[in-house]
């Protein structure tokens, strides 16, 4: 009886010592501090001074999570006894935001190649980004979806929505990799982007992005394609009179979007284009809006607002049978299969084929880019019924730059402006630029889906415009002493595409202030056999407003068949374009974009320089007539080959080119790649006499050594000629009329440049790149985030260093700064009094010194 009363009071006891323990220990638990996700006013709690409670703060944002307390030792504030005290006051758990935070850090890693990739546009960044952010799960992904990601094709795509059909889910990336028919290439592209299951609901993502430049900006990668910057610098520089000064008006872009789970964002946008003054709408631009009508309620008519993008996209809903994939308000872009009836960006990528890096994502999103001239603003919709029906459509009404006629009543053409300004670089235009014709587009597509892949459809737009359409050059565009060159000169053969411009004078039920209209129909079809896959595309603008009669009207046609094997794949694509296939939405595969070689790209000739934004700002491509045929295989581990040929014909005047592009890669081991890039192009001459034809060659020496820590150092050589054919008028003395020597005049352009680029990680939230290259003649090139032109006549040495910093897990700034250092060029010209065209006067010497910044600034969560 005793020794069971002894257990009684040692078991109680024993419960007792327990209960008190956890009494004492449970408070110390309880204060203990989550060091990798405590705000700062939490830590203050610790037992440590305010300025080590400060260094430990900073060391855990900048450096990332903690594993282990010992690594407080990096922390110079501390030592030992800090530590150990800490040790029963804190408490180490997984950083509540590191899959998040993982994947901000390949955003900002990825987000460096695909500024710096050629046929990449703003709108299509934007989109991988967001769905980094917030991967898409495969198991309910559209074939849009899928297909819109970065180097994976319509087989890849299939191939996904195939095995969907064979297993109850895809459950992991094990999963996803045995998809018959997905190519490890388009596998490697397509993890990033997906998740397995559907992500939890309620999680916000904020993104703030604010890119400050002065750097001159292009419409388009190409490198033959320069920029209207370098023309208005010309003339700020000169000593014409110009409003343009792009050191005091940098351009400057805000964008803002917020979102919660994946059923809603919203978002807004600013821009102002560099030389571009501050410019603020007129009411009137809001007539009949909800803005409008609450100014006036609260009496506030005369207020200005800033021209700005705004926009409210609902997505992934289902309806019973009816799944809404995107309704967008406001803002919006839309773009249908390869881009031959409707694409609205200002921008254009070169060779664009929808394949590989050169990606083009079919649909309605949201649009806060740079595009104005093109933006849609409105409604667009985009869903599918029964999963086999797919459809979107889009109505819009929105300000458009135009070059008006002579009576203002009328309008030219439209035109894409950099920058945006009324009055040009003389103030001699009769009328304004900006915003002068209203219009308003509707359309939309209707897909029937067989299979996976496969399927049929059917789209179309009009445009009304409150204006009459009837394209005037010589009397709007071209100076009065130069209407005589227009079809006439033998430099300027793409005339003819100016006098094929649309006009039109026509009225509307829909909206009963148009004048004028515009309308393109088109069919598409699309199939995947195996690993073939088959795309067509084609359109008709509608001139004599009868639908079902096409014989007449001007069409346009892109065909293409991709092969893709794992270590090759194998493409042809056809394009056919009609010269009066006008459509200024057409953003299909191209050399060249309208109106190249015409007298619009001689701003000389035009009654003002801004005039020649009709060539440098068109985004629509050049009538062209050709086949594009383009290979990469892997022949081996270490060796990559890459081939590109086009031959086309120019519809304006018959010319035939041909560009030839191919790349050879090889890795000896993974850290260091050499590779050779060689292009020849041309443009045939019609004959002997012809002074029209060029030969271009261009080689591309490039070594890439990946060192430890991702830095990077490459050296690149390039060389580079073009051939032109005999100009007489530059080889026969004027006076005389013999074929003498003359002093002026090129057989031949050489180009060559040497340089390297550093990357530098101090530590993996902030590193430093650099580079260095000296050149002469034409010269291309990718710099960090940005496409240059270059061409130095007596040699130029440029520089560039940029700064990336990560300021903790959300912030991130990159800073860039560029010079160009030329040495001096010294002017020539003909004697004029006497007229004697064999003396030569030195006329002046300039010595070219410039700099250009660019400042981002990025929020992520």
Avoid: C
Wanted: proline share 4%; no cysteine; aromatic share 14%.
């Amino acid at each position: 009886m005793i020794k069971q009363l002894n257990k009684i009071i040692q078991t109680k006891t024993g419960i007792a010592l327990l209960v008190m323990s956890l009494a004492i220990i449970s408070p110390a638990l309880a204060e203990q501090i989550d060091l990798n996700n405590a705000s700062l006013a939490d830590m203050y709690e610790l037992p440590l001074s305010e300025g080590q409670v400060q260094a430990v703060y900073d060391y855990v944002q900048y450096h990332g999570p903690l594993v282990s307390i010992y690594e407080l030792v990096n922390v110079k504030m501390l030592d030992n006894d800090d530590i150990q005290m800490l040790k029963s006051a804190i408490i180490l758990k997984p950083d509540a935001d590191a899959a998040i935070n993982t994947r901000l850090e390949d955003q900002y890693r990825k987000v460096e190649n695909w500024t710096s990739t050629e046929g990449a546009s703003e709108g299509l960044i934007e989109l991988w980004l967001e769905r980094l952010a917030e991967p898409i799960n495969v198991n309910t992904a559209s074939y849009e979806d899928l297909v819109s990601l970065q180097n994976v094709s319509p087989i890849d795509a299939a191939a996904v929505l195939k095995l969907r059909t064979e297993v109850d889910s895809i459950g992991s990336a094990r999963w996803l990799r045995n998809a018959v028919g997905l190519s490890y290439y388009g596998y490697r592209n397509l993890r990033d982007f997906v998740s397995y299951g559907e992500p939890e609901s309620g999680q916000w993502h904020i993104w703030y992005n604010m890119v400050m430049k002065s750097v001159p900006s292009t419409n388009s990668t190409d490198e033959e394609t320069g920029s209207l910057q370098e023309t208005l610098q010309l003339f700020a520089d000169g000593d014409f009179t110009s409003p343009y000064n792009a050191a005091y008006q940098p351009d400057i872009l805000h964008k803002f979007s917020i979102s919660n789970s994946r059923h809603w964002k919203a978002g807004l946008s600013y821009n102002r284009q560099l030389g571009e003054n501050n410019r603020y709408m007129d009411n009137a631009t809001w007539r009949n809006s909800t803005v409008d009508s609450v100014l006036h309620f609260l009496n506030l008519d005369n207020v200005k607002l800033p021209e700005m993008k705004a926009v409210l996209t609902l997505s992934d809903f289902d309806l019973g049978a009816f799944h809404l994939d995107r309704l967008v308000l406001g803002n919006f872009s839309a773009t249908i299969s390869q881009g031959v009836v409707f694409e609205s960006t200002d921008f254009r990528s070169p060779r664009r084929s929808g394949y590989g890096w050169n990606k083009r994502a079919h649909g309605i999103f949201s649009d806060l880019s740079r595009s104005q001239e093109y933006a849609q603003r409105g409604i667009g919709i985009q869903g599918s019924l029964f999963s086999k029906f797919k459809f979107l459509g889009f109505a819009s009404k929105n300000d458009r730059d135009a070059v008006l006629n002579p009576d203002g009543a009328s309008f030219t053409s439209l035109i894409t402006l950099y920058p945006r300004d009324d009055d040009g670089f003389y103030n001699v235009l009769p009328h304004p630029l900006l915003d002068v014709v209203n219009e308003v587009t509707y359309g939309g597509n209707a897909r029937f889906e067989f299979a996976p892949g496969t399927f049929v459809g059917v789209s179309a737009y009009e445009s009304l415009y409150d204006k009459e359409l009837r394209p005037d050059p010589l009397l709007t565009i071209i100076a009065e002493a130069n209407t005589g060159l227009f079809l006439n000169s033998s430099g300027n053969g793409a005339d003819t595409e100016i006098a094929a411009m649309h006009a039109s004078s026509a009225q509307s039920s829909l909206w009963s202030a148009a004048k004028a209209n515009r309308r393109v129909q088109g069919l598409e079809f699309s199939t995947v056999i195996s690993n073939l896959a088959l795309q067509v595309e084609w359109g008709v603008l509608d001139q004599d407003n009868e639908i079902l009669s096409v014989t007449k009207d001007p069409q346009a046609l892109v065909a293409n068949a991709y092969l893709q094997f794992d270590n090759i794949n194998f493409m042809v694509l056809y394009r056919d374009y009609d010269l009066g296939f006008d459509n200024p939405y057409q953003r299909s595969f191209s050399n060249y974009q309208r109106y190249k070689s015409s007298i619009y790209e001689d701003y000389f000739y035009l009654k003002d320089p801004i005039l020649s934004s009709l060539y440098t700002g068109a985004a629509q491509p050049q009538a062209e007539r050709g086949v594009y045929v383009s290979s990469r295989y892997q022949i081996h581990r270490a060796w990559v080959l890459t081939t590109n040929f086009d031959t086309w014909t120019r519809v304006a005047d018959g010319s035939r080119y041909y560009r030839t592009v191919a790349t050879a890669e090889y890795r000896p081991v993974f850290n260091y790649r050499f590779r050779v890039r060689q292009k020849w192009q041309a443009r045939g001459s019609f004959n002997i006499f012809s002074p029209t034809g060029y030969e271009n060659r261009e080689t591309i020496l490039t070594a890439r050594m990946r060192l430890s820590g991702y830095d990077q150092l490459q050296i690149t050589y390039v060389n580079s000629a073009t051939l032109f054919d005999p100009r007489r008028r530059l080889t026969i003395d004027l006076a005389t009329g013999s074929n003498n020597t003359s002093p002026v005049g090129q057989a031949a352009s050489p180009g060559n440049a040497l340089g390297f680029v550093l990357t530098h990680n101090f530590t993996p939230m902030f590193k430093l790149i650099g580079s260095a290259v000296y050149y002469k003649g034409f010269f291309w090139s990718f710099e960090d985030t940005d496409f240059r032109v270059f061409d130095s006549q007596n040699g130029s040495i440029r520089w560039w260093v940029t700064a990336f910093s990560r300021l903790g897990n959300h912030w991130a700034i990159r800073a860039k700064l560029s010079w160009d250092e030329s040495s001096a060029i010294s002017n020539y010209a003909y004697g004029l009094e006497p007229y004697d065209p064999r003396s030569l006067d030195k006329s002046s010497t300039w010595f070219g010194d410039n700099a250009d910044f660019r400042l981002q600034l990025d929020y992520a969560f």
